[in-house]
C-alpha cells in the first residue's frame, strides 16, 4: 500500500469528478423531450444522445484500468477529466441532434479514462482496515447518482434549458481538476502489454449489437440498406464477440479479458448481477419521464420530484450498507435489495394509466431508494472479495464495463421496445397513412391518445422489472465469504484477497502487500491465516 496520510480528503476529490460522470448517464433522461424540440428530432435519435455516451463509456473500461498502471492513476484521471469537461461544453453548443449524439461519445471517452482509476486508488492508499468504509462511499456515490441525475436535470431544464445539463459540468469539472491535481497523490507505475485485437473485437462487436438493437424499431427489423438488415448486424455483433472470447482464450501474452477469473463464482455472478442493475436502472426512467411529462403534464422540474423519494432514501442508507456489509453476509441485503426493486418497478407499471392519482407514484419511489441503498456496495464488495491480489486490477476493470454494457444494453433496449409498443398501442390517426403516430412531437400530446401511451409506457417498465429479477435470483447463488466479520481487519493481515476490491490495477499488489503482514509480526513468507 503507499504511503498516504491523509487518503480521505483524496478519496473526496475524486468521488467529486466520479459523481459528475455518473449524473451524466441519467441526466439527458429528464431533458429528451425539450432536446428533441430545440433540435427538431425523434425519440429514436434523442436515445443516441445516451447511448452514444455510455457505449464510448462501456467499450475502453477494460483498457483505461491498466493505462493507469502504466502512467499513473492520477494522470489518467486528470487526463480524462479534462475530455469530460471540454465535451461538456461542446454538448451544450450543439446545434443539431448529430452534433450532439457525437459530443457525447467524446464525454464518455472522458470518463473511460476517470473511472478505474478511483477504484484503484481507493485500493492503493487505504489500509485494509479502513478500505471497506471507502468502497461503501464509492457504492454509495454510484447509487445515488444515478438517481440524482434526473432530478438536477429537471431543474436545469425548467430554468435555464437543455443546454445547461452539460453546462453545468464545467465549473464542476474545474473545481474537481484543481482538488484533484492538489490532494491526489503521484502512486508508483506498473509496465502491461496491451491486448490491441481484444480492444478491436470487443469495441466492433459492442458496436454492431448495440446499434442493430436500437435501430430495430426504425427498419422494422428488416433492412437498413442493401444486403445489411438489422438482425445481420445483431448477428454480426454477436460473432464478433464471440470471437472476442475465443481469442481472449486463446492469447498467450496479457489479455483483455483474462477468463480465468470467472473461476470464482462469487465473481461471476456479481458481474451478471451489476449486468442486470445497469440494465434497469437506466431504462427505468425514459417510461416514466415520457408519461410524467407527455400524459400528466408535468414540468421536467416535476417529475424529476417524483424521484426525490427515491434520491433521498437512497443517499442516507447507502453509507450506512457500506459500513455494515464487513459483518455480514452481503448476499441477503443484495438479494432483498434487487427484488425490492424488481417490486417498485412493476408497481410503477400497474400505476401507470391516465388518471391514476400522481402522488401514489411517490410510493415505489420511495421502494426504490431503500432498493438502490442495499445494491451498489454489497455487489461491487462480493465481485472482488475473492480473487487472489493479482487478480484484483483485472477483476476491477471487467466489473466497472460489464455495469457500462448492462447500461447500453438497457438504453437500447428499452428504446426498441417503446417504438414497438407505441406502433401497437396508439390508435390510428384519421386520414393518416395507416401507420401509428411516431414520437416526433412538441407539445402535448392530445387527450385521446393518453390511454394508449400510457399502456405504452407501463408494457415497456415490465422490461427492466424482468430483468432486475433475474439479478435478485442470481444474488440468491452467491457463495459465503471465507471470512464474513471483519475480513479486512488488520490482525488477519488482510489476508481475504478480496480486500483489494477497490480496483487495484493489475501489477499493484506488489506495493499492497506489506500491509498483509499480521501484527504479531509472523515472517512475511508464512502464508497468511484463512481459517478464522
Not at 461542446?90 to 446545434?95: D, E, H, I, Y
Request: aromatic share 10%; glycine share 10%.
Amino acid at each position: 500500500m503507499e504511503n498516504v496520510t491523509r487518503p480521505w480528503p483524496a478519496l473526496w476529490s475524486l468521488v467529486i469528478g466520479f459523481f459528475m460522470i455518473l449524473i451524466d448517464t441519467t441526466i439527458v433522461s429528464v431533458a429528451n423531450p425539450a432536446i428533441m424540440e430545440g433540435l427538431h428530432t425523434d425519440i429514436n435519435s434523442v436515445i443516441w444522445v445516451t447511448s452514444s455516451y455510455l457505449l464510448a463509456y462501456a467499450v475502453p473500461l477494460l483498457i483505461t484500468g491498466r493505462l493507469g498502471d502504466r502512467f499513473g492513476p492520477k494522470k489518467l484521471y486528470l487526463a480524462g477529466l479534462v475530455v469530460f469537461t471540454l465535451a461538456s461544453l461542446w454538448c451544450g453548443f450543439s446545434s443539431d441532434i448529430a452534433t450532439l449524439i457525437v459530443a457525447r461519445a467524446v464525454q464518455g471517452l472522458g470518463a473511460a479514462l476517470m473511472t478505474p482509476q478511483t477504484m484503484a486508488v481507493i485500493t492503493r492508499i487505504f489500509p485494509p482496515d479502513r478500505r471497506g468504509q471507502a468502497m461503501g462511499l464509492w457504492g454509495a456515490t454510484a447509487g445515488v447518482a444515478t438517481l440524482v441525475g434526473p432530478i438536477l436535470g429537471g431543474v436545469l431544464v425548467d430554468s435555464l434549458g437543455w443546454e445547461w445539463i452539460f453546462f453545468i459540468n464545467v465549473p464542476i469539472g474545474v473545481v474537481a481538476f484543481i482538488l484533484a491535481w492538489r490532494l491526489v497523490p503521484n502512486l508508483s507505475t506498473h509496465p502491461h502489454k496491451f491486448d490491441i485485437p481484444g480492444v478491436l473485437f470487443s469495441a466492433a462487436g459492442m458496436f454492431l449489437l448495440v446499434f442493430g438493437i436500437q435501430e430495430g424499431g426504425t427498419y422494422s427489423w428488416g433492412t437498413i440498406v442493401g444486403p445489411i438488415s438489422v438482425w445481420g448486424l445483431i448477428t454480426a455483433g454477436i460473432v464478433v464477440l464471440v470471437l472476442f472470447v475465443l481469442w481472449q482464450a486463446v492469447n498467450k501474452g496479457e489479455p483483455l479479458l483474462p477468463l480465468s477469473l470467472f473461476k470464482d463464482r462469487n465473481f461471476s455472478l456479481a458481474n451478471v448481477g451489476i449486468t442486470t442493475v445497469g440494465f434497469s436502472i437506466t431504462a427505468m426512467s425514459l417510461p416514466l419521464i415520457f408519461y410524467y411529462q407527455v400524459v400528466r403534464g408535468l414540468t421536467p422540474t416535476q417529475s424529476a420530484l417524483m424521484m426525490v423519494p427515491m434520491a433521498l432514501i437512497s443517499g442516507g442508507l447507502a453509507p450506512v450498507v457500506g459500513k455494515i456489509i464487513d459483518r455480514v453476509n452481503p448476499k441477503y441485503i443484495c438479494s432483498a435489495a434487487l427484488a425490492l426493486m424488481a417490486v417498485a418497478l412493476f408497481w410503477n407499471a400497474k400505476l401507470i394509466a391516465p388518471d391514476t392519482p400522481i402522488w401514489l407514484f411517490l410510493l415505489p419511489s420511495a421502494l426504490l431508494g431503500f432498493a438502490n441503498a442495499g445494491i451498489w456496495a454489497p455487489l461491487s464488495t462480493t465481485a472482488t472479495r475473492n480473487l487472489a491480489p493479482r487478480q484484483a486490477g483485472a477483476g476491477a476493470g471487467i466489473y466497472n464495463t460489464t455495469r457500462q454494457v448492462g447500461a447500453v444494453l438497457g438504453s437500447a433496449a428499452i428504446a426498441a421496445l417503446i417504438q414497438s409498443r407505441l406502433a401497437a398501442d396508439l390508435p390510428k390517426i384519421p386520414g393518416a397513412s395507416g401507420a401509428a403516430p411516431t414520437m416526433e412531437f412538441s407539445g402535448s400530446l392530445p387527450a385521446a391518445l393518453h390511454a394508449g401511451f400510457s399502456s405504452a409506457m407501463g408494457e415497456s417498465i415490465l422490461l427492466p422489472a424482468s430483468v432486475i429479477v433475474l439479478g435478485a435470483a442470481v444474488a440468491l447463488f452467491f457463495a459465503k465469504p471465507s471470512s464474513v466479520a471483519g475480513w479486512g481487519k488488520p490482525d488477519d493481515g488482510g489476508a481475504q484477497a478480496g480486500h483489494d476490491d477497490g480496483g487495484a490495477q493489475a501489477g499493484h499488489d506488489d506495493g499492497d502487500a506489506r500491509v498483509r503482514r499480521p501484527k504479531h509480526r509472523e515472517p512475511v513468507t508464512a502464508p497468511p491465516a484463512r481459517d478464522r
